[in-house]
């Protein structure tokens, strides 16, 4: 959907998710690497892209943001979504850091971090909850650190699927321990 929230976690930027963003997106979700753990699709022509954007902006169920890096690349290097809001609940996804000179930087970390910052305070939620495959380490090490807690798991196009959640508590909690150590 059109929205203005913005939000920031040490290195990292939220911004809404803008046009000029969706040509750099769409290389990163179109390479297999990238796109490995991430809902299986075909290959997204430019055409395809601009349309899905226009689709998106009239969603009033999904909040796209770009991930800035603010410190060193100062460009956009990823992005990720919330969506599926039910009552006071939303499901945080399609996290994707596409640009190579970005990982190993704690931006994803810092990007979730930064994005439960709207849901809890901005928005108000009381309930953010994820999917995330067992063989996804990258994502899997971030959302643990992040305080997401796993509930269940079920098997989902051949591999382990796992269903996580974090309350606004834990998501303080996890600020006070992030503000008191500085790495
Ligand atoms: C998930 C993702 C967003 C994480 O991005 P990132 O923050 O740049 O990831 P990093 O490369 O810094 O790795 C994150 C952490 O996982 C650790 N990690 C990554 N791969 C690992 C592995 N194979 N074994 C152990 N630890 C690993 C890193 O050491 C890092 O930990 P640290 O910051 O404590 O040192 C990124 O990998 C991505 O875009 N993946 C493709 C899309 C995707 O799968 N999205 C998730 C859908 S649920």
Same mark, same amino acid.
């Not at 290959?43 to 890096?69: G, H, P, R, V």
């Not at 810092?110 to 809890?120: D, P, Q, Y």
């Given at each position: 959907?059109?929205?203005?929230?913005?939000?920031?976690?040490?290195?990292?930027?939220? /911004?809404? %998710?803008?046009? !000029? &963003?969706?040509?750099?997106?769409?290389?990163?979700?179109? $390479?297999?690497? +990238?796109?490995?753990?991430?809902?299986?699709?075909?290959?997204?022509?430019?055409?395809?892209?601009?349309?899905?954007?226009? /689709?998106? %902006?009239?969603? !009033? &169920?999904?909040?796209?943001?770009?991930?800035?890096?603010? $410190?060193?690349? +100062?460009?956009?290097?990823?992005?990720?979504?919330?969506?599926?809001?039910?009552?006071?609940?939303?499901?945080?996804?399609?996290?994707?850091?596409?640009? !190579?000179?970005?990982?190993?930087?704690?931006?994803?970390?810092?990007?979730?971090?930064?994005?439960?910052?709207?849901?809890?305070?901005?928005?108000?939620?009381?309930?953010?909850?994820?999917?995330?495959?067992?063989?996804?380490?990258?994502?899997?090490?971030?959302?643990?650190?992040?305080?997401?807690?796993?509930?269940?798991?079920?098997?989902?196009?051949?591999?382990?699927?796992?269903?996580?959640?974090?309350?606004?508590?834990?998501?303080?909690?996890?600020?006070?321990?992030?503000?008191?150590?500085?790495?």
């Amino acid at each position: 959907m059109k929205h203005s929230y913005t939000s920031e976690f040490r290195n990292v930027k939220l /911004k809404p %998710l803008a046009a !000029e &963003d969706i040509e750099l997106l769409r290389n990163w979700r179109n $390479d297999a690497g +990238n796109a490995k753990y991430l809902r299986k699709i075909p290959y997204i022509t430019s055409e395809m892209q601009k349309a899905w954007f226009e /689709k998106y %902006l009239e969603n !009033e &169920d999904e909040i796209c943001f770009s991930i800035f890096e603010q $410190d060193v690349l +100062n460009r956009v290097v990823g992005s990720l979504s919330l969506y599926e809001f039910q009552g006071k609940q939303a499901e945080f996804g399609k996290i994707l850091i596409g640009d !190579e000179a970005a990982h190993g930087k704690k931006i994803g970390l810092h990007a979730l971090l930064a994005v439960l910052k709207v849901a809890f305070e901005d928005l108000k939620l009381e309930k953010v909850i994820l999917h995330v495959y067992e063989d996804n380490i990258a994502a899997r090490h971030i959302y643990e650190s992040a305080g997401f807690v796993k509930k269940d798991s079920h098997i989902s196009c051949g591999m382990t699927e796992n269903y996580m959640e974090i309350t606004p508590e834990a998501y303080s909690e996890k600020c006070k321990e992030m503000k008191a150590c500085k790495s």
